[in-house]
Protein backbone atom coordinates (compact mmCIF):
# COMPACT_ATOMS: atom_id res chain seq x y z
CA UNK A 1 0.00 0.00 0.00
CA UNK A 2 1.06 3.28 -0.70
CA UNK A 3 0.15 6.85 1.37
CA UNK A 4 1.34 10.41 1.87
CA UNK A 5 1.14 10.82 5.80
CA UNK A 6 1.52 6.67 7.79
CA UNK A 7 0.16 7.43 11.27
CA UNK A 8 0.54 5.16 13.95
CA UNK A 9 -1.77 5.21 16.95
CA UNK A 10 -6.06 5.75 17.04
CA UNK A 11 -6.21 7.76 20.50
CA UNK A 12 -6.63 11.50 19.98
CA UNK A 13 -3.53 13.10 18.68
CA UNK A 14 -3.47 10.35 15.32
CA UNK A 15 -7.33 10.54 14.76
CA UNK A 16 -7.24 14.44 15.22
CA UNK A 17 -4.74 14.81 12.60
CA UNK A 18 -5.82 11.87 10.24
CA UNK A 19 -9.21 13.68 10.05
CA UNK A 20 -7.42 17.33 9.45
CA UNK A 21 -5.16 16.21 6.41
CA UNK A 22 -8.06 14.15 4.80
CA UNK A 23 -10.62 17.17 5.17
CA UNK A 24 -7.64 18.52 2.83
CA UNK A 25 -7.26 15.83 0.15
CA UNK A 26 -3.87 14.90 2.23
CA UNK A 27 -4.14 10.80 1.85
CA UNK A 28 -3.19 9.38 5.12
CA UNK A 29 -3.20 5.63 6.85
CA UNK A 30 -3.78 5.35 10.76
CA UNK A 31 -2.76 2.19 11.89
CA UNK A 32 -4.30 1.25 15.75
CA UNK A 33 -3.18 -1.96 17.52
CA UNK A 34 -6.63 -2.14 19.40
CA UNK A 35 -9.77 -2.18 18.65
CA UNK A 36 -12.31 1.24 18.71
CA UNK A 37 -13.98 -0.29 21.63
CA UNK A 38 -10.96 -0.84 23.56
CA UNK A 39 -9.86 2.48 22.81
CA UNK A 40 -13.28 3.66 23.79
CA UNK A 41 -12.96 2.10 27.10
CA UNK A 42 -10.34 4.26 28.78
CA UNK A 43 -11.38 6.97 30.78
CA UNK A 44 -9.27 9.79 30.67
CA UNK A 45 -9.00 14.14 30.43
CA UNK A 46 -11.76 16.25 30.76
CA UNK A 47 -11.19 19.68 29.90
CA UNK A 48 -9.97 20.94 26.78
CA UNK A 49 -8.40 24.45 26.09
CA UNK A 50 -10.54 27.07 23.61
CA UNK A 51 -7.74 26.57 20.95
CA UNK A 52 -8.58 22.68 20.99
CA UNK A 53 -12.18 22.96 20.68
CA UNK A 54 -11.71 25.49 17.63
CA UNK A 55 -9.37 22.74 16.22
CA UNK A 56 -12.34 20.00 16.46
CA UNK A 57 -14.67 22.54 14.72
CA UNK A 58 -12.25 23.26 12.04
CA UNK A 59 -11.95 19.41 11.95
CA UNK A 60 -16.00 19.43 11.67
CA UNK A 61 -15.77 16.99 14.64
CA UNK A 62 -17.49 19.86 16.97
CA UNK A 63 -21.12 19.29 16.80
CA UNK A 64 -21.66 16.88 19.47
CA UNK A 65 -19.00 18.99 22.37
CA UNK A 66 -20.78 22.54 21.21
CA UNK A 67 -24.18 20.75 21.84
CA UNK A 68 -23.47 18.09 25.45
CA UNK A 69 -20.17 19.89 26.29
CA UNK A 70 -20.37 22.75 29.54
CA UNK A 71 -18.51 25.66 29.25
CA UNK A 72 -16.98 26.60 31.73
CA UNK A 73 -15.94 30.33 32.73
CA UNK A 74 -14.14 29.22 36.34
CA UNK A 75 -13.00 26.61 38.84
CA UNK A 76 -12.62 26.94 42.40
CA UNK A 77 -9.40 26.28 44.48
CA UNK A 78 -10.77 24.37 47.92
CA UNK A 79 -8.38 25.02 51.20
CA UNK A 80 -8.37 25.63 54.44
CA UNK A 81 -11.84 24.73 54.18
CA UNK A 82 -12.91 27.54 52.25
CA UNK A 83 -12.88 27.32 48.31
CA UNK A 84 -12.16 30.53 46.16
CA UNK A 85 -13.21 30.98 42.63
CA UNK A 86 -10.44 31.67 39.46
CA UNK A 87 -12.68 33.64 37.32
CA UNK A 88 -10.88 32.59 33.81
CA UNK A 89 -13.11 34.51 31.81
CA UNK A 90 -12.82 37.23 33.70
CA UNK A 91 -9.30 37.12 34.20
CA UNK A 92 -8.33 36.20 30.49
CA UNK A 93 -10.43 38.90 28.91
CA UNK A 94 -13.15 36.48 27.67
CA UNK A 95 -11.62 33.00 27.23
CA UNK A 96 -13.05 29.47 29.16
CA UNK A 97 -12.76 26.06 28.74
CA UNK A 98 -14.75 23.27 27.48
CA UNK A 99 -15.87 20.12 30.06
CA UNK A 100 -16.35 17.52 27.26
CA UNK A 101 -14.63 13.90 28.10
CA UNK A 102 -12.39 12.54 26.09
CA UNK A 103 -14.22 9.50 25.23
CA UNK A 104 -16.55 11.12 23.63
CA UNK A 105 -14.30 13.41 22.20
CA UNK A 106 -12.57 10.27 20.60
CA UNK A 107 -16.00 8.95 19.55
CA UNK A 108 -16.84 11.95 17.73
CA UNK A 109 -13.39 11.66 15.32
CA UNK A 110 -14.07 7.99 15.19
CA UNK A 111 -17.25 8.57 14.10
CA UNK A 112 -16.12 11.25 11.54
CA UNK A 113 -13.20 9.18 10.47
CA UNK A 114 -16.11 6.60 9.71
CA UNK A 115 -18.12 8.77 7.78
CA UNK A 116 -15.13 9.95 5.38
CA UNK A 117 -14.34 6.35 4.87
CA UNK A 118 -10.96 7.18 6.50
CA UNK A 119 -8.27 4.25 6.38
CA UNK A 120 -8.32 3.38 9.72
CA UNK A 121 -7.02 0.10 10.48
CA UNK A 122 -7.52 -1.53 13.94
CA UNK A 123 -5.79 -4.47 15.54
CA UNK A 124 -2.90 -3.97 13.62
CA UNK A 125 -0.32 -5.78 15.31
CA UNK A 126 3.72 -5.36 15.73
CA UNK A 127 3.49 -2.07 14.13
CA UNK A 128 6.97 -0.53 12.81
CA UNK A 129 8.36 2.41 11.11
CA UNK A 130 11.25 1.57 8.92
CA UNK A 131 13.34 3.92 6.93
CA UNK A 132 12.65 6.47 9.11
CA UNK A 133 16.04 8.32 7.76
CA UNK A 134 15.44 8.01 4.24
CA UNK A 135 12.96 9.76 1.42
CA UNK A 136 10.97 6.15 1.51
CA UNK A 137 10.07 5.48 4.93
CA UNK A 138 7.18 2.58 5.35
CA UNK A 139 5.27 0.97 7.90
CA UNK A 140 4.79 -2.27 8.70
CA UNK A 141 2.53 -4.20 10.66
CA UNK A 142 1.55 -7.92 11.04
CA UNK A 143 -2.72 -9.24 10.43
CA UNK A 144 -2.75 -12.68 11.45
CA UNK A 145 0.56 -14.17 9.54
CA UNK A 146 0.63 -11.70 7.17
CA UNK A 147 3.17 -8.60 7.27
CA UNK A 148 1.61 -5.59 5.28
CA UNK A 149 3.51 -2.71 4.13
CA UNK A 150 2.75 0.38 3.88
CA UNK A 151 5.07 3.37 1.86
CA UNK A 152 4.28 6.51 3.02
CA UNK A 153 6.38 10.08 2.77
CA UNK A 154 6.26 11.08 6.20
CA UNK A 155 5.12 8.77 9.88
CA UNK A 156 3.32 10.14 12.18
CA UNK A 157 3.96 8.57 16.10
CA UNK A 158 0.95 9.32 17.51
CA UNK A 159 1.30 6.50 19.33
CA UNK A 160 1.44 7.35 22.98
CA UNK A 161 3.82 7.01 25.56
CA UNK A 162 4.06 3.10 25.73
CA UNK A 163 4.02 3.43 21.83
CA UNK A 164 6.83 2.23 19.02
CA UNK A 165 7.59 5.44 17.71
CA UNK A 166 9.77 6.94 20.21
CA UNK A 167 11.80 3.92 20.71
CA UNK A 168 12.55 3.50 17.18
CA UNK A 169 15.17 6.64 17.34
CA UNK A 170 18.23 5.53 18.52
CA UNK A 171 19.31 6.37 21.94
CA UNK A 172 22.04 8.80 21.08
CA UNK A 173 19.86 10.81 19.04
CA UNK A 174 16.66 11.78 21.21
CA UNK A 175 17.27 13.53 25.14
CA UNK A 176 14.78 12.35 27.63
CA UNK A 177 13.35 14.34 30.88
CA UNK A 178 11.44 12.66 33.20
CA UNK A 179 9.97 13.51 36.74
CA UNK A 180 8.17 10.94 38.53
CA UNK A 181 6.13 12.08 41.36
CA UNK A 182 5.52 10.08 44.79
CA UNK A 183 1.79 9.33 44.01
CA UNK A 184 -0.83 8.60 42.18
CA UNK A 185 -4.42 9.52 41.21
CA UNK A 186 -7.22 7.22 42.06
CA UNK A 187 -9.85 8.28 39.99
CA UNK A 188 -13.42 7.37 39.90
CA UNK A 189 -16.48 7.84 37.63
CA UNK A 190 -20.08 8.01 39.11
CA UNK A 191 -23.29 8.55 37.63
CA UNK A 192 -24.17 11.13 40.25
CA UNK A 193 -24.69 14.57 39.90
CA UNK A 194 -21.48 16.85 40.55
CA UNK A 195 -20.89 17.71 43.80
CA UNK A 196 -20.32 21.57 42.15
CA UNK A 197 -20.79 23.58 38.92
CA UNK A 198 -17.66 24.16 38.23
CA UNK A 199 -14.56 22.40 38.97
CA UNK A 200 -12.77 21.78 42.82
CA UNK A 201 -9.13 21.26 42.80
CA UNK A 202 -8.80 20.54 46.74
CA UNK A 203 -5.58 20.97 48.78
CA UNK A 204 -5.51 18.91 51.93
CA UNK A 205 -2.98 17.79 54.61
CA UNK A 206 -4.87 14.74 53.99
CA UNK A 207 -3.58 14.81 49.88
CA UNK A 208 -4.93 16.54 46.72
CA UNK A 209 -8.82 16.14 45.64
CA UNK A 210 -10.30 17.32 42.22
CA UNK A 211 -13.56 17.34 41.86
CA UNK A 212 -14.81 17.23 37.50
CA UNK A 213 -17.11 15.88 35.30
CA UNK A 214 -18.37 14.25 32.11
CA UNK A 215 -22.11 15.71 32.72
CA UNK A 216 -25.10 17.04 34.95
CA UNK A 217 -25.32 13.19 35.28
CA UNK A 218 -21.71 12.18 35.46
CA UNK A 219 -18.83 12.81 37.71
CA UNK A 220 -15.09 12.37 38.00
CA UNK A 221 -13.25 12.64 40.73
CA UNK A 222 -10.01 12.12 41.65
CA UNK A 223 -7.85 11.85 45.40
CA UNK A 224 -3.72 11.80 45.17
CA UNK A 225 -3.13 8.21 46.85
CA UNK A 226 0.81 6.81 47.59
CA UNK A 227 2.08 4.40 44.88
CA UNK A 228 1.89 1.67 47.00
CA UNK A 229 -2.03 1.49 46.69
CA UNK A 230 -4.01 -0.48 44.36
CA UNK A 231 -7.72 -0.33 43.68
CA UNK A 232 -8.58 -3.21 45.19
CA UNK A 233 -7.50 -1.39 48.18
CA UNK A 234 -10.07 1.10 47.91
CA UNK A 235 -14.07 0.69 48.22
CA UNK A 236 -16.60 2.64 47.14
CA UNK A 237 -17.24 3.58 50.87
CA UNK A 238 -13.48 4.55 51.49
CA UNK A 239 -13.42 6.50 48.53
CA UNK A 240 -16.09 8.56 49.23
CA UNK A 241 -15.27 8.91 53.19
CA UNK A 242 -12.03 10.06 52.00
CA UNK A 243 -13.13 12.37 49.72
CA UNK A 244 -14.88 14.70 51.97
CA UNK A 245 -12.70 14.75 54.57
CA UNK A 246 -10.54 16.51 51.81
CA UNK A 247 -13.65 18.94 50.63
CA UNK A 248 -14.78 21.94 52.25
CA UNK A 249 -17.53 20.81 54.99
CA UNK A 250 -20.05 22.79 53.02
CA UNK A 251 -18.93 20.92 49.83
CA UNK A 252 -18.74 17.70 51.31
CA UNK A 253 -22.23 17.93 53.10
CA UNK A 254 -23.67 17.65 49.42
CA UNK A 255 -21.20 15.11 47.51
CA UNK A 256 -23.99 12.89 45.87
CA UNK A 257 -22.59 9.69 46.18
CA UNK A 258 -22.89 6.18 44.44
CA UNK A 259 -21.42 2.86 42.58
CA UNK A 260 -18.62 3.78 40.76
CA UNK A 261 -18.32 2.75 37.36
CA UNK A 262 -14.79 3.13 36.63
CA UNK A 263 -12.34 3.51 39.25
CA UNK A 264 -8.22 3.65 37.90
CA UNK A 265 -5.02 4.59 39.64
CA UNK A 266 -2.86 6.63 37.44
CA UNK A 267 0.91 7.23 38.73
CA UNK A 268 2.13 10.89 37.70
CA UNK A 269 5.65 11.62 35.73
CA UNK A 270 6.22 14.86 34.06
CA UNK A 271 8.14 13.58 30.73
CA UNK A 272 9.41 15.38 27.43
CA UNK A 273 11.42 13.89 24.11
CA UNK A 274 13.25 15.91 22.00
CA UNK A 275 13.67 16.49 19.30
CA UNK A 276 10.25 15.08 18.15
CA UNK A 277 11.25 14.32 15.02
CA UNK A 278 13.61 12.03 13.24
CA UNK A 279 14.38 11.72 9.61
CA UNK A 280 11.23 11.81 8.18
CA UNK A 281 9.11 10.44 11.50
CA UNK A 282 7.75 13.40 14.02
CA UNK A 283 6.09 12.43 17.34
CA UNK A 284 3.11 13.93 18.53
CA UNK A 285 0.84 13.98 21.56
CA UNK A 286 2.17 11.35 24.25
CA UNK A 287 4.46 9.27 22.30
CA UNK A 288 6.28 13.09 23.13
CA UNK A 289 4.87 14.15 26.29
CA UNK A 290 3.20 13.66 29.45
CA UNK A 291 2.35 15.91 32.23
CA UNK A 292 0.51 14.95 35.62
CA UNK A 293 -2.97 15.57 34.84
CA UNK A 294 -3.07 18.70 37.63
CA UNK A 295 -3.36 21.06 35.34
CA UNK A 296 -5.51 19.53 32.17
CA UNK A 297 -2.63 19.69 30.03
CA UNK A 298 -2.19 16.10 28.32
CA UNK A 299 -5.10 16.09 25.82
CA UNK A 300 -4.27 20.37 24.99
CA UNK A 301 -0.56 19.63 24.84
CA UNK A 302 -0.98 16.97 22.23
CA UNK A 303 -3.83 19.16 20.22
CA UNK A 304 -1.28 21.88 19.62
CA UNK A 305 1.19 19.33 18.26
CA UNK A 306 -1.27 18.23 15.72
CA UNK A 307 -2.08 21.97 15.20
CA UNK A 308 1.35 22.38 14.35
CA UNK A 309 1.98 19.19 12.27
CA UNK A 310 -1.71 19.71 10.15
CA UNK A 311 -0.15 23.30 8.93
CA UNK A 312 3.27 22.27 8.40
CA UNK A 313 2.11 18.92 6.08
CA UNK A 314 -0.71 21.69 4.53
CA UNK A 315 2.41 24.07 3.66
CA UNK A 316 4.85 20.96 2.61
CA UNK A 317 1.72 19.39 0.25
CA UNK A 318 -0.27 22.89 -0.96
CA UNK A 319 2.67 25.24 -0.81
CA UNK A 320 5.75 23.09 -1.69
CA UNK A 321 6.88 25.06 1.78
CA UNK A 322 8.97 22.83 4.59
CA UNK A 323 9.55 25.54 6.81
CA UNK A 324 6.52 24.32 9.10
CA UNK A 325 7.89 20.48 9.19
CA UNK A 326 11.53 21.75 9.52
CA UNK A 327 10.38 23.78 12.14
CA UNK A 328 7.91 21.65 14.04
CA UNK A 329 9.92 20.00 16.88
CA UNK A 330 11.14 23.29 17.70
CA UNK A 331 7.78 25.38 17.58
CA UNK A 332 5.89 22.35 19.30
CA UNK A 333 8.64 21.92 22.28
CA UNK A 334 8.48 25.53 23.00
CA UNK A 335 4.38 25.45 23.81
CA UNK A 336 5.13 21.47 25.50
CA UNK A 337 7.65 23.02 28.12
CA UNK A 338 5.43 25.65 28.86
CA UNK A 339 2.59 23.09 29.56
CA UNK A 340 5.12 21.51 31.53
CA UNK A 341 5.54 24.16 33.60
CA UNK A 342 2.00 24.78 34.50
CA UNK A 343 1.73 21.29 35.04
CA UNK A 344 4.24 21.13 37.66
CA UNK A 345 3.47 23.98 38.85
CA UNK A 346 -0.25 23.26 40.20
CA UNK A 347 0.92 19.78 41.10
CA UNK A 348 3.81 21.24 43.40
CA UNK A 349 1.26 23.75 44.37
CA UNK A 350 -1.69 21.91 45.49
CA UNK A 351 -0.27 18.02 46.68
CA UNK A 352 0.90 16.52 49.88
CA UNK A 353 5.04 16.00 49.62
CA UNK A 354 5.71 13.49 51.97
CA UNK A 355 9.17 13.75 51.85
CA UNK A 356 8.27 17.88 52.29
CA UNK A 357 10.05 19.59 55.22
CA UNK A 358 8.76 21.94 57.42
CA UNK A 359 10.22 25.00 55.47
CA UNK A 360 8.62 23.29 52.06
CA UNK A 361 5.42 23.15 53.35
CA UNK A 362 5.69 26.48 54.76
CA UNK A 363 6.79 27.56 51.11
CA UNK A 364 3.66 25.91 49.40
CA UNK A 365 1.32 27.49 51.81
CA UNK A 366 2.70 30.84 50.88
CA UNK A 367 2.91 29.96 46.98
CA UNK A 368 -0.97 29.49 47.72
CA UNK A 369 -1.68 32.29 49.75
CA UNK A 370 0.15 34.62 47.29
CA UNK A 371 -1.99 33.40 44.26
CA UNK A 372 -4.73 33.85 45.88
CA UNK A 373 -4.16 37.69 47.10
CA UNK A 374 -2.56 38.51 43.42
CA UNK A 375 -4.53 39.79 40.55
CA UNK A 376 -1.65 39.28 38.46
CA UNK A 377 -0.94 35.73 39.68
CA UNK A 378 -4.19 34.49 39.13
CA UNK A 379 -4.32 36.04 35.88
CA UNK A 380 -0.96 34.05 34.62
CA UNK A 381 -3.23 30.93 36.42
CA UNK A 382 -5.49 31.56 34.01
CA UNK A 383 -3.76 32.34 30.74
CA UNK A 384 -2.50 29.14 30.94
CA UNK A 385 -5.50 27.10 32.35
CA UNK A 386 -7.38 28.34 29.64
CA UNK A 387 -4.88 27.86 27.07
CA UNK A 388 -1.73 29.75 25.69
CA UNK A 389 -2.37 30.70 22.20
CA UNK A 390 -0.49 27.99 19.63
P1 LIG B 1 -3.03 8.03 23.52
O1 LIG B 1 -2.18 7.22 24.48
O2 LIG B 1 -4.37 8.48 23.96
O3 LIG B 1 -3.26 7.18 22.18
C1 LIG B 1 -2.21 6.45 21.61
C2 LIG B 1 -2.84 5.32 20.81
O4 LIG B 1 -1.79 4.59 20.16
C3 LIG B 1 -3.60 4.34 21.68
O5 LIG B 1 -4.90 4.13 21.18
C4 LIG B 1 -2.76 3.05 21.62
O6 LIG B 1 -3.56 1.88 21.64
C5 LIG B 1 -2.06 3.20 20.27
N1 LIG B 1 -0.78 2.50 20.20
C6 LIG B 1 0.16 2.39 21.16
N2 LIG B 1 1.20 1.64 20.71
C7 LIG B 1 0.90 1.28 19.43
C8 LIG B 1 1.56 0.53 18.44
N3 LIG B 1 2.75 0.00 18.68
N4 LIG B 1 0.95 0.35 17.23
C9 LIG B 1 -0.27 0.92 16.99
N5 LIG B 1 -0.96 1.65 17.89
C10 LIG B 1 -0.37 1.82 19.10
N6 LIG B 1 -4.96 14.29 30.26
C11 LIG B 1 -5.67 15.32 30.77
O7 LIG B 1 -5.62 16.43 30.21
N7 LIG B 1 -6.46 15.13 31.90
C12 LIG B 1 -6.54 13.91 32.53
O8 LIG B 1 -7.24 13.76 33.54
C13 LIG B 1 -5.83 12.81 32.01
N8 LIG B 1 -5.92 11.56 32.61
C14 LIG B 1 -5.17 10.53 32.09
C15 LIG B 1 -5.21 9.22 32.67
C16 LIG B 1 -4.43 8.18 32.15
C17 LIG B 1 -4.50 6.80 32.79
C18 LIG B 1 -3.60 8.41 31.03
C19 LIG B 1 -2.73 7.29 30.48
C20 LIG B 1 -3.55 9.68 30.45
C21 LIG B 1 -4.34 10.74 30.97
N9 LIG B 1 -4.33 12.02 30.40
C22 LIG B 1 -5.04 13.06 30.88
C23 LIG B 1 -3.54 12.28 29.27
C24 LIG B 1 -4.28 11.77 28.07
O9 LIG B 1 -5.53 12.38 27.99
C25 LIG B 1 -3.37 12.00 26.90
O10 LIG B 1 -2.82 13.30 26.90
C26 LIG B 1 -4.05 11.75 25.59
O11 LIG B 1 -4.61 10.46 25.62
C27 LIG B 1 -3.00 11.91 24.49
O12 LIG B 1 -3.52 11.38 23.34
P2 LIG B 1 -2.58 10.59 22.31
O13 LIG B 1 -1.33 11.37 22.11
O14 LIG B 1 -3.45 10.27 21.16
O15 LIG B 1 -2.11 9.26 23.08
C1 LIG C 1 -11.06 15.24 34.45
O1 LIG C 1 -12.25 15.64 34.42
O2 LIG C 1 -10.75 14.04 34.20
C2 LIG C 1 -9.96 16.22 34.78
C3 LIG C 1 -10.25 17.56 34.83
C4 LIG C 1 -9.24 18.47 35.13
C5 LIG C 1 -7.96 17.99 35.41
C6 LIG C 1 -7.69 16.63 35.36
C7 LIG C 1 -8.69 15.73 35.05
O3 LIG C 1 -6.99 18.88 35.73
Redesign the pocket.
Known amino acids: MKTQVGI???????LLLSQLLDLQGINNIL????SREY?LGRI????LEHGFADLMREAKCGARMDAEGEIHDGFFIAHDGVKDRVDLKGLTGGNSVVVYG?TELTRDLYDARAAMGGNIIHN?ED?KPHDITTDAPYLTYRNGDDIIRIDCDYIIG???????SRKSIPKDKIALYERVYPFGWLGVLSRTKPVSPELIYAKHERGFALCSMRSQTLSRYYIQVPLTDTVEDWSDEAFWEELKQRLPAEVAANLETGPSIEK?I?PLRSFVAEPMRYGNMFL????AHIVP?TG???????ASDIYYLYHAMLDHYKNGDDTGLETYSQKALARVWKGQRFSWWMTTLLHRFPENSGFDDKLQQTDLEYLLSSEKALASLAENYVGLPF
Open positions: IGGGPSGLEKHVRAGVQAVADGFHGVSAAGDAPARGLNSA
